[in-house]
């Protein structure tokens, strides 16, 4: 046999795979062509937090329901004892399932069963999070930044939680904000970043709910029609998860619905563990 | 119509765009499945499910002119999905059922053999790297692009893969194949 270190190595490499074939099967465009009009396009998420435009008792309904999930929150926290988790700087460990409070002030429905979920312990981002048995784990391969990320959906900078029949994505990171930074104006500038051209952000306050993971206060977007993310500021980081798949969507059918998968991982997940020092604010 | 105007109108929800797209791109994708998962059935589940998934989700896409490197992003995770569903390539020995397929003098088949043996050795994302510099002749940055990783990762990966593939070949791996597994 030829020795692999001669200098033509890689041209061999490309002469090999330009022998495999390149017409798919005439079978395969008519799956395709036959399947996709049944298929409902997904729309952007891209939602809108139109802060200049939010009215003041929008605002202060917001604010009062934020309040009231950070006492709920509080509360969960205190009667966890000693052994709950902490907060920024704080004990970050054991991640059991089940044992973190159901996060929602107004839950959907009833949460999946989490008890038997593994969980992924995030270190670039400082959080962990249960996912079901069957599905697969995708670690991030870098850190999530807006300028880079917001638009891509797929993105490798996400935790990402893939189904076994890989057609459901849970995704989760935390990036730096700069102090002083509000939800609101931070998921603002997400949006802004995200949206595609010929889409602006107003309305997007239609399907805030007020949410918290592991005490931290948040929201939950549950407008019909789009992706289910949550935003929750902790500290000097927001934290987002984003079930990509509207409510009715067929394939999150069997978790009841985009809002109670999304929930349900809300429920296991905890924060405050330390964060790699190269993430910067975004 | 050029192929802006067509996945403008098939992200309106145009059917008829969206046809004219996934006819004109599905060869494409079925042949960088193909060279991915080395399996013709297995890459027409992904190339279908790449395209189905493009139909679903056009609407993210913000850049129109990004579809051709947008579509192979998702052929690309179809086929890492269609990895994780088997987890064959990390431990099927790969027989060549073309005998006499090739022209080339014999010590070229069993180089081939031994190419072939050594890239399904190679995990998904190393083969999906190997495939796009050297079979769409995508530049480091290109490929990274593509992927959502940063540019030192697919150079890593690139040269990782060509090098286990060097390694493998020069130690004669393909001799792990028994005669009763090679073509006749």
Known sequence: MTRSDEPLF???????????????????????????????????????????????????????????????????????????????????????????????????????????????????????????????????????????????????????????????RVSAWSVAVEPGTSTQAWIQSYCVAAAAPGQDCSGYQDGAVPVAIDGHPGVLITKSGFDHPVFVLNGDRMYVVIAWREESDSSVMPYGGARRLVESFLSTMVLGAPIAPSAQPS | MQQQDLVVRAAAGDRDAFAALATSHIDRCYALAYRILRDQHRAQDACQQALLGAWRDLRTLRDPERFDAWLHRLVVNACYAESRGTQRWNSALRVLTVAGAFPDPASSVVDREALEDAFGRLSPEHRAVVVLHHHLGYPLTEIAETLGIPVGTARSRLHYAVRQLRAVLDAGVTSAATPEERPA
Not at chain 1, 37 to 63: D, N, Y
């Open chain 1, 10 to 168: 890689e041209p061999r490499i490309a002469d090999w795979l330009e022998d495999d074939p390149y017409t798919a099967p005439d079978q395969a465009l008519d799956v395709v062509l036959a399947a996709f009009p049944s298929i409902k396009q997904r729309r952007a998420w891209r939602v809108p937090w139109r802060v200049p435009g939010m009215t003041t008792p929008l605002r202060l309904g917001l604010t009062a329901a934020a309040v009231g999930a950070l006492a709920i929150g509080s509360l969960l926290f205190v009667n966890r004892g000693p052994s709950g988790p902490g907060g920024p700087g704080g004990p970050t460990s054991s991640a059991t399932p089940g044992s973190a409070a159901s996060p929602s002030p107004s839950p959907s429905s009833a949460l999946l069963d989490t008890s038997s979920w593994p969980t992924y312990e995030s270190a670039r981002y400082g959080f962990s999070i249960g996912r079901p048995a069957d599905w697969t784990e995708r670690p991030a391969e870098r850190d999530w930044t807006v300028a880079t990320d917001a638009a891509d959906w797929l993105s490798a900078a996400q935790e990402n939680f893939i189904a076994a029949a890989a057609d459901v």
